[in-house]
């Protein structure tokens, strides 16, 4: 058994059953039953999200190279460093979406640790990579519910070239327990064949397997469980020999349920030319009856905000479950 990283209590009214709930997932007694309840989850990549602080101490120091900041962690590149340093003002837009937004969970990607995130998430927790780099990924997870933060799903850097999975675990040894992984995948490769002659594709198609083990391990243990995060490839366009073809599974119902699947695409804001999401969130067999139907939600940016502040070329992506 793998060690969590870190395991958070919780306040009253959870307290009395979190304290149990443990018991039973470390195996010292049997899992508790609970009444019904409703989560929502979101995924929402932030955009080189750091506080000011951090922001400064690293942007006279920028790299010219465009991965120079996988291999010097603590750098961010010279185009970041020129037009992405954030204000109070732009701070503030983007915590006023993540009210908006009120999820129970967000998995965040391209944010500098909890630091960062508690910027726009004041009554949340944190799970985050334990990589050095600026750029990570993690879970914020609404102060009360109880949960285990789990280990880094290292195989998806490729050594840590590019950024690791986050792995939490919500209620934990109830019946409610679920698994979470939140990804940030390579980027470049949005469309096309994974065996294409091009290096993005190529790192893709290497972060592939530790994706497809996790998806696995989950599924021959019987878990309920999600994938959710920033993809960086248009799984509903697809077609043939793509990711979501290999990471689905061969049976005739597939092993995941991708919950954009038929909803209308809407870009993030005014202007933006995108045709297709590469924010997801993936359903295990297991968990897919507990969607709320109709509940899909793309929250997006008003055009005054995209105008007047820097927020994200992402906006949030979110669903709810009816955990019974």
Known sequence: MTVPRAATATASPWRAAWILALAGFWGTGPALPAAPITVKLATWNLEWFMTPAGFHALKDDCTTDASGHRHGPRSIPCDVAAGLERSATDIGTLASYARRLD????????????????????????????????????????????????????????????????????????????RLL??????????????????????????????????????????????????????????????????????????????????????????????GYIDYILLG?????????GSFERLTYSATDAWRTKLSDHCPVAIRLHLD
């Open 103 to 178: 999820a129970d969970v967000v998995a965040l990607q391209e944010v500098d640790g909890e630091p960062a995130a508690r910027q726009l998430f004041g009554n949340h927790e944190f799970c985050f990579t334990g990589g050095r780099a600026v750029q990570n990924t993690g879970f914020a997870i609404r102060r009360g519910l109880p949960h285990v933060c789990g280990p880094d799903v290292l195989g998806l850097s490729l050594g840590d070239e590019l950024r690791r999975g986050a792995t939490l675990i919500l209620y934990p040894g109830t019946t409610h327990e679920l």
């Open 182 to 275: 939140a990804v940030h995948l390579k980027s470049g490769c949005a469309r096309g064949r994974l065996a294409a002659h091009k290096q993005a594709c190529e790192r893709l198609a290497r972060q592939l397997p530790a994706l497809g083990a996790w998806v696995r391990q989950q599924q021959d243990a019987g878990r309920r469980f999600a994938v959710l995060g920033d993809f960086n490839r248009d799984l509903v366009a697809e077609h043939g020999d793509g990711l979501w073809s290999k990471l689905n599974g061969s049976g005739p119902d597939g092993d995941l349920v991708n919950t954009a699947a038929g909803e209308p695409f809407r870009n993030c804001f005014t202007g933006q030319t995108h045709t």
């Open 285 to 293: 067999r297991a968990l897919a009856p507990s969607l709320v139907r």
